[in-house]
């Protein structure tokens, strides 16, 4: 395969995993599946990290971190129990 096609497929791939994030979120649903509404929360999401805007329980991104973590644990952990006989 060529380098071209590879790189385009390995984006390809990224671009449809972070919309299943999206989706995984439930931002689809809570949205309407509204497109400006979501680029919107998304600019104000990039332009918290830009501006370094932190809340007094720490800092943003390593609480959305810790939230996705736990979320990703936990569907593991469900997926085990439904293979278990």
């Known amino acids: 395969m060529r380098d071209w096609a590879k790189a385009r497929r390995e ?7 972070l919309g299943g994030l999206v ?8 949205t309407d599946d509204d497109r ?10 990039a332009g918290q990290l830009r501006d370094g805007r932190n809340t007094a329980s720490g800092d ?6 810790r939230a996705g973590l736990h979320l990703f644990d936990a569907e593991k952990e469900h997926a ?5 006989p």
Do not use: N, P, S, Y
Not at 11 to 17: C, F, P, Y
Not at 23 to 30: E, F, R, T, Y
Not at 36 to 45: C, K, S, Y
């Open 23 to 30: 989706q995984k979120a439930g931002l689809v649903d809570l």
């Open 36 to 45: 400006a509404t979501l680029l919107g929360a998304f600019l104000d999401i």
């Open 80 to 84: 085990e129990r439904k293979e278990q």
């Open 60 to 65: 943003l991104k390593t609480r959305w971190r």
């Open 11 to 17: 984006r390809t791939r990224h671009l449809i995993e």
